[in-house]
């Protein structure tokens, strides 16, 4: 299915990464955003709130995150292709709901543009110590999808990404941007709206009688209804069964769980996302994403210069973990760099991965600032060693 | 010779709520003598009496006794988070204006840890029905002291009683802009039943405070007698007190309860008031939202 031209406003622009998630969302369809103001994010905020009302949108300012993350599940079962956008603190607070979204399977998108933290941190400055929160910060066992853009067009491209993603596999999709991509104003091109393909719902066909809410067919996504349709349906946080009932034993918790973290790990290879850079004949790998992976560039560069086989490897969908790309690589490279804005966050998934077959270096970063070139330079001179 | 009698037995086709309940999640687990099968009842009877057709009825409720409602009622019905049936309500109702949208929860759950939510819905006249279900304590969980509670009354975590304020609900609904309030205890089946079709028949933010027992809880613990007791106590404390003034009606411990319809005006639901001021400020730039998009 194609996006709708009536939102697209197809064209170059110069815009910054927050006011291009806004974009990203109108044109992947998105009619529904409940947020809560929170720097650096609330320039998307603002743009969906001037923009929506010209588009058929309705943009609602809740009390609290935790009230925008129940608003964008409500409002996802009610037939909207529904969003939210926060940072760190805001994050924490809608935990509880995306686990919510998660049990219900709900397609939703999380957009957080990442400050410093912890707690109230830096809020004007960027950080991306949020990456293990957006897979594991509600409380229990499940999967989500996250994407990592690095520059405001991929921000445009990215929502419209994880909006398509979060309708295939009925799972919320974190965007973790952050405060350096979300602030920077770069040339973003809009494509015509019939170059834009969207995933549609997937709405069942079977009559009332016939369907299973959580029943699932062969890629383990069952198929959804929206309240209004006469189907009559029962949702819940609780564990339940194909019927949507709660039913409180290890079997059913079994079947439940096992089926909400399989639909993401068997599909893990479809998801990979990978942006490889001088990848060739790199003997060592540099593993960035986000802001960072653009500061690894002249750190590569000037590696180059000197002739060491350096290489650059992007994971642009961050969750599922690209666990085959770096076990494959670990047999081959002699080290991998990782580059985040924390103190090891993907690079324990990196480590898991690698498993001892190979060296891996964390460049760490507080947050605030991005790291300096330099720091990267040299611990890929490390790495060669 | 041996008597024989035939005892003509009326044949029961059908439980009078069959067509509403889910039947095949009864037995229910509530207590007997609990007050919430009391309000689900009213409210099956209400749902007979509406405009809206029963598919486009739609329940939430959060978590608790009362959270269980969600689970037994025959429609489109959402079980959420605990304290977020509002807002759950409110994407739900934006998302489809065309639905009426009922919270179904309790007091904890909606004056408790959802009282921020509760407070903004009435607020912005957001076009829901919330029934809260008052049984002055968090029951699930063992009755512990809650936004609720009577003054002095003991429970699990107020052992020597109570010593906080409650919120009185009625007041606190209309102070923040609720555009039907009232309040009716278990006993008053029949009022109850016709507020919840006034309030699902109304548009805006409906508030209605249903007084129940918990005699397995709170009223073990405060010796207050029986399920049957309290229904007396009811019959005998409640004043029906219609429009009465909301700040003259907080529950004191085993005092009068003053119950009735309140409050029934008229304001500009948060969608009415978002599509009149944005068509009139943007004009024909304006597009109204045109309902589910997927």
Same mark, same amino acid.
Request: charged content about 25%.
């Given at each position: 299915?194609?996006?709708?031209?009536?939102?697209?406003?197809?064209?170059?622009?110069?815009?910054?990464?927050?006011?291009?998630?806004?974009?990203?969302?109108?044109?992947?369809?998105?009619?529904?955003?409940?947020?809560?103001?929170?720097?650096?994010?609330?320039?998307?905020?603002?743009?969906?709130?001037?923009?929506?009302?010209?588009?058929?949108?309705?943009?609602?300012?809740?009390?609290?995150?935790?009230?925008?993350?129940?608003?964008?599940?409500?409002?996802?079962?009610?037939?909207?292709?529904?969003?939210?956008?926060?940072?760190?603190?805001?994050?924490?607070?809608?935990?509880?709901?995306?686990?919510?979204?998660?049990?219900?399977?709900?397609?939703?998108?999380?957009?957080?543009?990442?400050?410093?933290?912890?707690?109230?941190?830096?809020?004007?400055?960027?950080?991306?110590?949020?990456?293990?929160?957006?897979?594991?910060?509600?409380?229990?066992?499940?999967?989500?999808?996250?994407?990592?853009?690095?520059?405001?067009?991929?921000?445009?491209?990215?929502?419209?990404?994880?909006?398509?993603?979060?309708?295939?596999?009925?799972?919320?999709?974190?965007?973790?941007?952050?405060?350096?991509?979300?602030?920077?104003?770069?040339?973003?091109?809009?494509?015509?709206?019939?170059?834009?393909?969207?995933?549609?719902?997937?709405?069942?066909?079977?009559?009332?009688?016939?369907?299973?809410?959580?029943?699932?067919?062969?890629?383990?996504?069952?198929?959804?209804?929206?309240?209004?349709?006469?189907?009559?349906?029962?949702?819940?946080?609780?564990?339940?069964?194909?019927?949507?009932?709660?039913?409180?034993?290890?079997?059913?918790?079994?079947?439940?769980?096992?089926?909400?973290?399989?639909?993401?790990?068997?599909?893990?290879?479809?998801?990979?996302?990978?942006?490889?850079?001088?990848?060739?004949?790199?003997?060592?790998?540099?593993?960035?994403?986000?802001?960072?992976?653009?500061?690894?560039?002249?750190?590569?560069?000037?590696?180059?210069?000197?002739?060491?086989?350096?290489?650059?490897?992007?994971?642009?969908?961050?969750?599922?973990?690209?666990?085959?790309?770096?076990?494959?690589?670990?047999?081959?490279?002699?080290?991998?760099?990782?580059?985040?804005?924390?103190?090891?966050?993907?690079?324990?998934?990196?480590?898991?991965?690698?498993?001892?077959?190979?060296?891996?270096?964390?460049?760490?970063?507080?947050?605030?600032?991005?790291?300096?070139?330099?720091?990267?330079?040299?611990?890929?001179?490390?790495?060669?060693? | 010779?041996?008597?024989?009698?035939?005892?003509?037995?009326?044949?029961?086709?059908?439980?009078?709520?069959?067509?509403?309940?889910?039947?095949?999640?009864?037995?229910?687990?509530?207590?007997?003598?609990?007050?919430?099968?009391?309000?689900?009842?009213?409210?099956?009877?209400?749902?007979?009496?509406?405009?809206?057709?029963?598919?486009?009825?739609?329940?939430?409720?959060?978590?608790?006794?009362?959270?269980?409602?969600?689970?037994?009622?025959?429609?489109?019905?959402?079980?959420?988070?605990?304290?977020?049936?509002?807002?759950?309500?409110?994407?739900?109702?934006?998302?489809?204006?065309?639905?009426?949208?009922?919270?179904?929860?309790?007091?904890?759950?909606?004056?408790?840890?959802?009282?921020?939510?509760?407070?903004?819905?009435?607020?912005?006249?957001?076009?829901?029905?919330?029934?809260?279900?008052?049984?002055?304590?968090?029951?699930?969980?063992?009755?512990?002291?809650?936004?609720?509670?009577?003054?002095?009354?003991?429970?699990?975590?107020?052992?020597?009683?109570?010593?906080?304020?409650?919120?009185?609900?009625?007041?606190?609904?209309?102070?923040?802009?609720?555009?039907?309030?009232?309040?009716?205890?278990?006993?008053?089946?029949?009022?109850? #039943? !016709?507020? =919840?079709?006034?309030?699902?028949? *109304? &548009?805006?933010?409906?508030?209605?405070? +249903?007084?129940?027992?918990?005699? /397995?809880?709170?009223?073990?613990?405060?010796?207050?007698?029986?399920?049957?007791?309290?229904?007396?106590?009811?019959?005998?404390?409640?004043?029906?007190?219609?429009?009465?003034? #909301? !700040?003259? =009606?907080?529950?004191?411990?085993? *005092? &009068?309860?003053?119950?009735?319809?309140? +409050?029934?005006?008229?304001?500009? /639901?948060?969608?009415?008031?978002?599509?009149?001021?944005?068509?009139?400020?943007?004009?024909?730039?304006?597009?109204?939202?045109?309902?589910?998009?997927?």
């Amino acid at each position: 299915m194609k996006a709708d031209p009536k939102g697209v406003l197809t064209g170059e622009h110069y815009l910054d990464g927050d006011h291009a998630c806004a974009e990203g969302a109108i044109a992947a369809g998105c009619r529904f955003l409940a947020g809560y103001p929170i720097t650096p994010s609330t320039e998307m905020a603002e743009r969906v709130s001037e923009r929506f009302p010209q588009v058929g949108g309705i943009f609602i300012q809740m009390e609290d995150e935790m009230g925008s993350m129940a608003a964008v599940v409500g409002a996802a079962w009610g037939g909207a292709k529904a969003m939210t956008v926060t940072s760190g603190p805001g994050f924490s607070l809608m935990m509880e709901n995306i686990g919510l979204a998660a049990m219900l399977e709900t397609p939703c998108v999380v957009v957080n543009v990442q400050r410093g933290g912890p707690s109230t941190g830096l809020p004007t400055l960027p950080g991306q110590a949020d990456m293990m929160q957006a897979r594991w910060g509600s409380h229990g066992d499940y999967e989500i999808i996250a994407v990592s853009p690095n520059s405001p067009q991929e921000c445009f491209e990215m929502v419209i990404k994880a909006a398509n993603l979060s309708e295939k596999y009925r799972v919320p999709v974190m965007v973790m941007t952050d405060e350096c991509v979300g602030h920077m104003t770069e040339k973003v091109i809009i494509p015509k709206a019939d170059q834009i393909e969207l995933y549609p719902r997937r709405y069942t066909k079977l009559p009332p009688e016939e369907y299973l809410p959580f029943k699932a067919g062969k890629d383990l996504v069952p198929e959804m209804v929206k309240a209004g349709d006469g189907y009559k349906i029962h949702v819940t946080g609780l564990t339940h069964d194909e019927k949507g009932y709660p039913v409180m034993s290890w079997e059913v918790q079994e079947k439940l769980v096992r089926r909400l973290v399989e639909k993401i790990r068997l599909h893990a290879d479809e998801l990979e996302d990978i942006e490889e850079t001088q990848m060739e004949d790199a003997e060592v790998v540099i593993f960035s994403y986000g802001i960072s992976s653009r500061v690894c560039i002249p750190a590569l560069q000037k590696a180059r210069k000197e002739g060491l086989k350096v290489g650059l490897l992007r994971p642009i969908v961050c969750w599922p973990f690209p666990e085959k790309k770096i076990k494959e690589l670990s047999r081959k490279v002699k080290a991998f760099v990782v580059v985040e804005m924390n103190y090891g966050q993907l690079f324990y998934e990196v480590e898991r991965c690698v498993a001892g077959k190979t060296k891996t270096l964390l460049v760490p970063h507080g947050g605030g600032w991005v790291h300096d070139p330099e720091d990267i330079y040299n611990a890929i001179k490390e790495a060669v060693k | 010779m041996k008597a024989t009698a035939t005892v003509q037995l009326a044949e029961v086709t059908e439980h009078p709520m069959e067509s509403i309940l889910r039947m095949d999640r009864i037995p229910h687990i509530w207590c007997p003598t609990c007050g919430i099968g009391t309000a689900l009842t009213a409210f099956a009877e209400a749902l007979k009496k509406i405009e809206t057709p029963l598919e486009k009825v739609c329940v939430v409720s959060g978590i608790g006794c009362t959270g269980r409602v969600a689970g037994y009622i025959k429609l489109d019905s959402f079980h959420s988070t605990h304290g977020r049936a509002i807002p759950f309500a409110t994407g739900l109702k934006l998302a489809n204006p065309e639905l009426k949208v009922v919270v179904f929860s309790g007091d904890g759950d909606i004056a408790g840890i959802g009282g921020n939510h509760f407070i903004h819905a009435a607020r912005r006249n957001m076009d829901i029905v919330v029934l809260c279900v008052n049984n002055f304590v968090y029951a699930m969980t063992g009755g512990q002291v809650a936004a609720t509670t009577p003054l002095t009354a003991n429970t699990s975590t107020s052992p020597y009683g109570n010593f906080e304020n409650p919120f009185s609900l009625p007041q606190l609904a209309e102070s923040c802009g609720a555009v039907y309030v009232a309040r009716w205890t278990a006993l008053h089946v029949r009022r109850l #039943t !016709r507020s =919840m079709t006034e309030a699902m028949n *109304k &548009k805006g933010f409906s508030f209605i405070e +249903i007084i129940c027992p918990c005699s /397995t809880l709170y009223s073990r613990r405060n010796k207050l007698g029986t399920g049957l007791d309290l229904m007396k106590f009811y019959h005998d404390n409640s004043v029906i007190k219609h429009g009465a003034d #909301t !700040r003259e =009606m907080a529950i004191e411990f085993q *005092k &009068k309860i003053i119950v009735g319809k309140f +409050i029934d005006r008229e304001r500009p /639901t948060f969608l009415d008031a978002h599509n009149d001021w944005l068509r009139k400020r943007l004009k024909d730039k304006f597009v109204a939202y045109g309902g589910p998009q997927c």
